[in-house]
């Protein structure tokens, strides 16, 4: 019977002009919406924790933080951290090694044009090592920086475009002037995509502290921990050991202790803050389509009036008339549904190649067959409950005045 | 006369009144009429009359406002709408003036769709639509539209639909008033075809000729009344 009635209603959809199916847009784009958000789910995690250059090693960073800790890490702090915490935390237990970093910002010159930018110092010997592994940069044309070079730069993967800012591209061997004295580029490194590592300066320590004269003063100390799962515990007794050299209460640092976990909780909030975003639009659009189904199915039920009337002389009860048009609406929305599953795979699918592209990540687009099975209930669903007013209708027409419409 | 024939409708006092505010439309004013099994009625008059009234109310369409509708010996005059449409659809069968094809189904399929109604299998369905087709010579149209058939076959259509369940009763509105008279004509020769097996068919019309030509029995109606009943020739 079920199926009896589908056919009708599917030869009904398919006299149907444009007009009805202009009506389902809202159902069509709240589906493709959460489809592509989840279809794009991982894809767009990668994104953004690249963007933020955030390590996926196990790595505690220490920061200083203040009343005005915009701009890059340590710029603007009211009470910087200084060598002698570096020197102390490396003796907590737990702690394998512990480095100083500094991350002035800088103006660099080439062939007569000035941007400016952030420069990062890299340390001597096993920091080093430590470091990079931390960044997890390796060059893509000539090299990374060594012990005792001096006068010599690596630069992020933009320099080789437009993207740094410069209009011409430096290569491997040319010579910048950055803060007014000349440095060599050895090395361009492999594309992060990330604003901060493709756009930034490797120098090593004594150049950049010669350049920048920051003294003892620590913009970031970069903690390598002995056990993984000690993690929290470490951070825990380096915010208790800067609270005490700090002198200040807990709940009032001027300082950041952060893990990888957090940085990533950080990122998966604003993720979520996103998605929310989006399933609301997504969950307006479906009520906007709804609206727009009842309103295309009592236009049809008035103009197919005649048609009723027909039905019942020739024995069509009201249960026939009402699941006829109840059918045919819960169809139409799964039409919509369906559009949107398809619409919603294409964005995430071409989303993903071009994240993929773009940061040389190899995220893969995630297509969740419970998903589709849901989202395609659940647009039929809505299109039926959208139809039942309209259907009720139809079925409450008398016979006779239908007949003579 | 009608002794030892088996009645089929029987009206008793049957009113029909509209209510337009201060004024009451008697559209059918006390009628009586008994139908037997194997008539061949016309009801006759002007417009206005109340012959189509009267056909809605022995085809179940509408209630009466007062009287009784016996329909096989059922009163159907206190029905519930789902009992109505239930019996309509098993004992009677509609032809109307304009055809009333489904329009997006093909003819075989308007055939068919009474006997969804009834909750009969597709298969059944589909063996019974192909005979009716058959019978109505529309074998080769089978898989046309209403709007890719003519007048005459979409009447014809029409007559096969109403005997898909087959009923007792043959309810024609004006069956030829929308055909021309050669068309017309073939279209009452299968209704008297019919008539001849067997089927009860009552026809409304306003045209004498039409009434006189086809029908036993001819009720001429007018102001909601029955004036008076003849009988044809075909009566015998």
Do not use: C
Not at chain 1, 3 to 30: C, F, P, Q
Not at chain 1, 256 to 271: F, G, I, K, N, R
Not at chain 1, 299 to 316: D, F, N, P, W
Not at chain 1, 391 to 397: H, N
Request: aromatic share 6%; net charge neutral.
């Amino acid at each position: 019977m079920i199926k009896d009635y589908a056919g009708l209603a599917v030869k009904n959809l398919k006299r149907r002009g444009l007009r009805s199916y202009l009506t389902l847009l809202g159902i069509l784009i709240g589906i493709t919406a959460v489809i592509a958000l989840i279809t794009l789910g991982n894809g767009l995690r990668t994104a953004v924790i690249s963007q933020f250059g955030i390590s996926s090693t196990e790595v505690i960073s220490v920061q200083a933080g203040g009343v005005n800790a915009f701009g890059p890490p340590g710029s603007g702090v009211t009470n910087p951290l200084r060598l002698e915490d570096v020197e102390a935390i490396e003796k907590l237990n737990g702690v394998e090694r512990a480095v100083r970093r500094n991350i002035p910002t800088g103006k660099l010159e080439f062939k007569d044009e000035v941007i400016f930018g952030v420069i990062m110092s890299i340390p001597d010997g096993e920091d080093r090592k430590f470091v990079y592994e931390e960044l997890n940069i390796n060059p893509v044309e000539g090299r990374l920086l060594k012990d005792r070079d001096i006068g010599k730069v690596v630069l992020g993967n933009n320099f080789l475009t437009e993207k740094a800012g410069l209009s011409n591209p430096v290569k491997v061997g040319n010579k910048v002037r950055i803060s007014d004295k000349t440095f060599e580029v050895v090395g361009i490194t492999e594309k992060k995509g990330s604003f901060i590592f493709d756009n930034v300066v490797h120098m090593n320590e004594n150049d950049l502290e010669a350049l920048a004269g920051y003294g003892d003063k620590v913009d970031l100390i970069a903690v390598k921990i002995k056990d993984k799962g000690e993690i929290e515990k470490v951070k825990e007794d380096i915010e208790k050991l800067l609270r005490e050299r700090r002198n200040v209460e807990e709940g009032e640092e001027d300082f950041e202790v952060s893990t990888p976990e957090a940085e990533l909780e950080t990122v998966d909030q604003v993720l979520g803050g996103v998605q929310a975003f989006i399933v609301l639009i997504a969950f307006v659009a479906i009520v906007v389509g709804a609206i727009g189904i009842v309103n295309t199915m009592t236009t049809s039920v008035l103009e197919r009036k005649k048609e009723i009337g027909v039905m019942k002389a020739i024995g069509a009860k009201n249960s026939d008339i009402f699941f006829q048009f109840f059918i045919e609406s819960g169809l139409l929305g799964l039409v919509g549904g369906i559009a949107g599953i398809f619409f919603g795979i294409i964005i995430g699918f071409f989303g993903t190649i071009g994240i993929n592209s773009f940061l040389g990540s190899s995220a893969s687009p995630k297509i969740d067959l419970i998903l589709i099975f849901l989202s395609l209930i659940g647009s039929f669903l809505i299109g039926s409950i959208a139809g039942i007013t309209p259907a009720l209708r139809a079925a409450k027409q008398h016979p006779v005045k239908a007949l003579r419409s | 006369m009608a002794k030892g024939k088996r009645e089929v409708i029987r009206l008793e006092g049957v009113k029909k009144y509209y209510f337009m505010g201060e004024n009451i439309v008697k559209a059918v004013d006390g009628v009586d009429m008994v139908i037997n099994h194997g008539d061949f009625v016309a009801i006759m008059g002007p417009s206005g009359s109340g012959k189509s009234t009267t056909m809605n109310l022995v085809g179940s369409l509408d209630l009466p406002t007062d009287g009784e509708i016996y329909l096989d010996g059922h009163n159907i005059a206190r029905l519930s709408e789902s009992s109505l449409a239930q019996i309509r659809g098993k004992k009677i069968g509609f032809i109307f003036q304009s055809f009333n094809l489904i329009p997006n189904l093909t003819a075989k399929e308007n055939i068919m769709l009474p006997m969804l109604f009834q909750g009969l299998r597709i298969d059944e369905r589909e063996l019974k639509a192909e005979k009716l087709l058959e019978l109505v010579e529309l074998t080769d149209r089978k898989n046309h539209y209403p709007n890719q058939l003519s007048g005459g076959q979409q009447q014809r259509v029409a007559i096969a639909r109403a005997l898909a369940n087959d009923p007792d009763v043959i309810l024609a509105d004006e069956p030829t008033g929308n055909l021309d008279t050669k068309t017309g004509e073939k279209v009452m020769n299968f209704l008297e075809e019919f008539n001849r097996k067997g089927k009860t068919i009552i026809m409304v019309t306003h045209d004498p000729e039409l009434a006189k030509e086809h029908a036993k029995i001819v009720y001429w109606m007018k102001d909601g009344k029955i004036e008076k009943t003849t009988k044809t020739k075909k009566a015998r």
